[in-house]
């Protein structure tokens, strides 16, 4: 008899994922489905970059590239971090990915022994707990409520550090709130790494350009802890190519080599073509994207309203990204017909077999309370769904 190995037995799949599929099965048998579930801006991807793709396509740009990706693309992301984040990585600091997923997974991979703690505040992106389960290290997790924004402090991350601590993991702008740390809340928590110089953090900023209060701070912004972040990016949120599967690192040599060295076994590098159309991406002004975010902005003030309207929902303003995370306790308990609340999940459910909108429990995310709403959407589609999600909410008592 075949047995499939622990690691793989322990692994959760992705809730994101596993509600898209839920959603794209109940559409071919006919349901008529909104899926807020997906974590995919609805925009194609601008036009200059796949003009760039088809220019790569007739130059023949078709052979394996450097495993770090084409020197010319490395080139323009050293730049893109320096205009864009103050940060100095050189070319050989830089190593691209088939997607930011993928750039974590090499950052965990080359850095977690065995037993080996890595601290991750909730809510979380579903991945972080699984790429770490996979390096066979132990997650900490640190939570953060709706009162504070969903955000750790400084002193709540200091607290978690043990001596086995190796790295911490988080996302901001965040993915499922939407929540941003100022730049004053990442000097606390550069603060704490100064004073525990063993620790990495891996800075997930694949949002970073959706974003609506303000510039991006990233935590690796502080030099006197810049060799122990390991700051990563890509092309997938807001230059709407999340199917052309890139995202990339800026880290110390020492772990930048190694992340090379880890896909080298991998995957080798990324597909050449992406690579050639994300040069410019890297490259353009990112004030082409203004009218994107402005929609953004729109639809997530739109939900907000309308969330506002729903007795028992409590939710606070995300500052980026494309989500909203609401609580949803007070449902807990309550009945429809045959059907009892007893969780988020089956909140989840009940919404998606009572209004047909497809949505994400925030157990997934490391809280019990919330649900995950993607306002990536028109905002025609936002309001029928939320119009059906305010119905069905009603029936329960």
């Known amino acids: 008899m075949i047995q499939l190995s622990d690691r793989l037995l322990a692994m959760e799949e992705s809730a994101t994922i596993a509600m898209s599929r839920i959603s794209r099965e109940l559409k071919a048998a006919g349901k008529d489905v909104i899926s807020l579930s997906l974590g995919e801006p609805d925009f194609f991807t601008p036009e200059f970059i796949k003009d760039a793709a088809k220019e790569a396509l007739d130059q023949n740009y078709t052979m394996y590239t450097p495993v770090a990706g084409y020197d010319d693309l490395r080139e323009s992301i050293s730049l893109k971090f320096k205009r864009d984040n103050g940060l100095n990585y050189s070319k050989d600091q830089i190593v691209v990915s088939t997607g930011a997923k993928q ?63 190796k790295m911490m993991i988080f996302s901001s702008p965040c993915n499922p709130t939407g929540s941003l740390y100022s730049q004053e809340e990442l000097r606390g928590l550069a603060d704490v790494l100064v004073k525990n110089p063993s620790v990495v953090v891996i800075s997930d900023e694949i949002y970073e350009h959706i974003n609506f209060v303000g510039k991006h701070q990233s935590l690796a912004q502080f030099p006197e802890i810049f060799d122990q972040v390991i700051t990563i990016n890509g092309v997938s949120k807001a230059w709407a190519m999340t199917g052309w599967r890139l995202g990339y690192i800026g880290a110390s040599k020492l772990i930048a080599d190694a992340c090379n060295k880890v896909q080298g076994q991998f995957t080798s590098a990324t597909c050449s073509i992406a690579q050639r159309a994300a040069i410019v991406a890297m490259k353009a002004d990112p004030a082409v994207l203004q009218d994107m975010i402005k929609a953004f902005k729109s639809r997530r003030d739109l939900v907000l309203g309308m969330l506002k309207e729903m007795p028992g929902v409590k939710a606070n303003t995300p500052e980026g990204a494309f989500y909203i995370f609401p609580d949803i306790s007070y449902f807990i308990g309550k009945k429809y017909k045959d059907t009892t609340i007893t969780s988020a999940h089956d909140l989840c459910l009940y919404l998606l077999s009572e209004a047909m909108v497809a949505l994400v429990s925030g157990e997934s995310f490391g809280s019990n309370n919330c649900i995950r709403i993607s306002y990536a959407a028109s905002e025609e589609t936002l309001v029928k769904a939320m119009t059906r999600v305010k119905e069905a909410l009603a029936k329960l008592a």
């Open 103 to 165: 750039s974590i997974a090499n950052a965990v991979l080359s850095c977690i022994n065995p037993g080996d703690e890595v601290i991750i505040p909730a809510p979380y992106w579903v991945s972080y707990i699984e790429i770490v389960k996979v390096a066979e290290g132990i997650p900490v997790i640190v939570h953060a409520g709706i009162e504070t924004d969903f955000k750790i402090t400084a002193k709540q991350f200091e607290d978690a550090i043990t001596p086995k601590t």
